[in-house]
C-alpha cells in the first residue's frame, strides 16, 4: 500500500507539471511582439518576444558542451549594440570539431540591422564565473553566457539579458528550448508510474487470492 501511494503521487505530480508546461508554453506564444523599451519596461521580461535595432560587434562567442540530438556542438553568441546597451544574441547551435584547440566556423553579422528573438535570462544558479573565457584564434569558448561573467574578460558593457534569435536562414538551429522537459515527457512518465501503480494492484489482487485459496484448502 505505500508503494502504491507513492506511485500514486508521483503519477499525480508529472502529470501536474505537464499542466504547467502546457499552458506556459500556450501563454508565451501568445505574446506579442514587443520593442525592447516595451519589454525592458515590463518587471520580468524573461521569455518576451523582442525586436531590437542595433549594430553587430565582431566578436564571436562560443558557448560550449551545447549537444543538438546526440551531437556536440556549440551555440554562437555575438554581441548587438543597442540604444539600451549591448546585448549577448544567441545566434543558434553548430556542431563542434574533432579538435579542443580549435573552433568551428561561424559566419559573424556585420552592419546595422533589426532583429527579433525572445530575451532569456541565464540563471545565476548554472553560471561559472570562476571560468574565465577561452580565446582561441578569432574567438572565445565561454562555459555559461552569463553577461556579468564575460563583461569585464570582454570589456563589453553587457546587459543581463540574452536575446535568442528566431533562425535567420543563416545555417544555425535555434537550440534554447523554453524547457528543458517537454509535457509529452512528463505525460509519458506518469503514464509510466500509473502502470507500475496498476501492475502493483494486479499482483497485490493476484496474492491475495492466492493467500484465500491457501487457507481454505
Known amino acids: 500500500m505505500a508503494l502504491l501511494a507513492v ?6 505530480w508529472q502529470w501536474q507539471r505537464a499542466e504547467q508546461k502546457a499552458a506556459l508554453l500556450s501563454e508565451v506564444a501568445s505574446r506579442p511582439v514587443l520593442s525592447l523599451e516595451e519589454a525592458l519596461a515590463k518587471t520580468n521580461p524573461d521569455y518576451w518576444p523582442v525586436t531590437m535595432k542595433g549594430r553587430w560587434l ?5 558557448w560550449d558542451n ?13 554581441p548587438f ?3 539600451r546597451g549591448v546585448f549577448l544574441i544567441d545566434r ?3 556542431a563542434g570539431v574533432a579538435r579542443r584547440d580549435l573552433l568551428p566556423s561561424a559566419p559573424l553579422a556585420h552592419g546595422e540591422a533589426a532583429i527579433t528573438g525572445r530575451l532569456r535570462q541565464v540563471d545565476p544558479g548554472f553560471s561559472l564565473k570562476a571560468t574565465a573565457p577561452e580565446k582561441l584564434g578569432g574567438g572565445y569558448r565561454v562555459q555559461s553566457p552569463a ?6 574578460s570582454l570589456g563589453l558593457p553587457l546587459q543581463k539579458w540574452v536575446l535568442s534569435q528566431e533562425p535567420s536562414g543563416s545555417g544555425f538551429i535555434a537550440h534554447w528550448p523554453l524547457v528543458v522537459m517537454p509535457p509529452e515527457k512528463h505525460r509519458a512518465y506518469s503514464l509510466q508510474w500509473a502502470s507500475m501503480a496498476l501492475a502493483l494492484m494486479v499482483a497485490f489482487g493476484c496474492w491475495l487470492r ?7 484448502e
Open 92 to 94: 543558434g547551435w553548430l
Open 210 to 216: 492466492a493467500e484465500h485459496r491457501r487457507k481454505h
Open 81 to 83: 549594440a543597442t540604444s
Open 147 to 152: 553577461p556579468e561573467a564575460l563583461t569585464e
Open 58 to 62: 565582431p566578436t564571436a562567442i562560443f
Open 7 to 12: 506511485f500514486g503521487k508521483l503519477s499525480l
Open 66 to 78: 551545447r549537444t543538438l540530438d546526440g551531437q556536440v556542438g556549440y551555440d554562437l553568441l555575438q
